[in-house]
């Protein structure tokens, strides 16, 4: 009889072992942007957990919510964790529940519209996207409207001009403008008139159905299809490296082939930019060869559910 119930506890930390594990394995996926893997990962099923590896699996569930802009759900997640974090009597734990609470209401990217620009917090950022308004992304790299994503991040000069007119609007900008942000130059040649021509006829092909590009007298405007602005969604804080900086943000020690498949970069782009910030004072490392991580105190201004790879609602 004994024996019998040995064998059942023995079972039942194995689950619980196997457990935690998921949930691991599910923050690990949140943080290089799987987001519907991670969520397969949190909704296996589970025995009862201790106090302490419940507060960790609803963090991993606030964590999923939040990447997805999904606020109530996370909110009722940090409750739910901040109970058990109690329960559990780890000051830590309880610390770190309250960190991502707080995060709920600190500003986590800029809107501009209209020439003007101000901060956003997540919910904010969530009935933005539930608007008429057409929205140019420029964290996400993707412009979108009414449940419509045209995704630009392979495109960079398209994006370059969908920015530069979105933040003009109901403005023009002129041609001159257009190639310095789209193309670096300092002055527009007849080359330079020539090849924004073909990616204005390009852009007027992408945003079909959600905005059309009219030519002006001096150079060319955005015009919504529908009812709503035209606006942009910014970064707080942009840089060469913001998407580097915005992962070690946290503390936590990273290796560069883990920052790169974070961040969607080449290893040697991330290489880069670790050592142009170390040489800054930015970021410093520890270990040699594979062992070697990466880390920096926590830097504000740097949101990092906005910048980590992964589709937010409707892309």
């Given amino acids: 009889m004994l024996g019998a119930a040995l064998t059942t506890l023995e079972r039942h930390g194995d689950r619980v072992n196997a457990a935690h594990a998921r949930h691991l394995e599910a923050r690990r996926l949140l943080l290089i942007g799987q ?6 990962a949190l909704a296996a099923p589970a025995p009862p957990l201790p106090p302490a590896l419940t507060a960790g699996h609803e963090m991993a569930v606030a964590g999923l919510a939040l990447r997805r802009l999904q606020t109530g759900a996370a909110r009722a997640a940090l409750v739910r964790a901040g109970h058990a974090a109690r329960a559990a009597g ?14 709920m209401t600190a500003p986590a990217a800029r809107l501009i519209a209209r020439g003007a620009a101000r901060t956003l917090v997540l919910d904010d ?7 008429n308004a057409v ?12 449940g419509i994503v045209v995704a630009l991040a392979t495109r960079p000069v398209l994006f370059a001009l969908a920015r530069a007119l979105g933040e003009a609007w109901p403005a023009d900008v002129p041609r001159h403008l257009l190639v310095a942000r789209a193309f670096r130059g300092k002055e527009a ?3 330079h008139r020539a090849r924004l021509r073909v990616e204005i006829g390009q852009l007027r092909a992408a945003l079909r159905g959600l905005a059309g590009v009219n030519t002006t007298t001096r150079g060319f405007a955005l015009v ?4 709503g602005d035209i606006v942009v969604l910014a970064p707080l804080v942009e840089e060469p490296h913001a998407a580097v ?3 070690l943000a946290d ?3 990273w290796s560069s082939s883990a920052l790169a498949q974070a961040s969607a970069a080449s290893p040697r782009t991330v290489q880069r930019a670790l050592e142009s910030l170390a040489a800054a004072g930015r970021v410093q490392s520890f270990g040699r060869g594979r062992a070697r991580r990466w880390i920096t105190p926590p830097v504000p201004g740097f949101p990092t559910m906005l910048l980590l790879p992964g589709p937010l609602p409707g892309g």
């Fill in 35 to 40: 987001l519907d893997a991670a969520e397969r």
């Fill in 90 to 103: 780890i000051p830590a734990l309880t610390a770190e529940v309250a960190s991502l609470s707080a995060g």
């Fill in 125 to 131: 950022i969530g009935d933005l996207f539930a608007s």
């Fill in 135 to 146: 929205v140019v992304d420029a964290c996400r790299h993707v412009v979108r409207a009414s």
């Fill in 189 to 191: 040649d007849e080359s």
């Fill in 224 to 227: 919504p299809c529908g009812v």
């Fill in 245 to 247: 900086l915005a992962l």
């Fill in 251 to 253: 503390g936590e020690a």
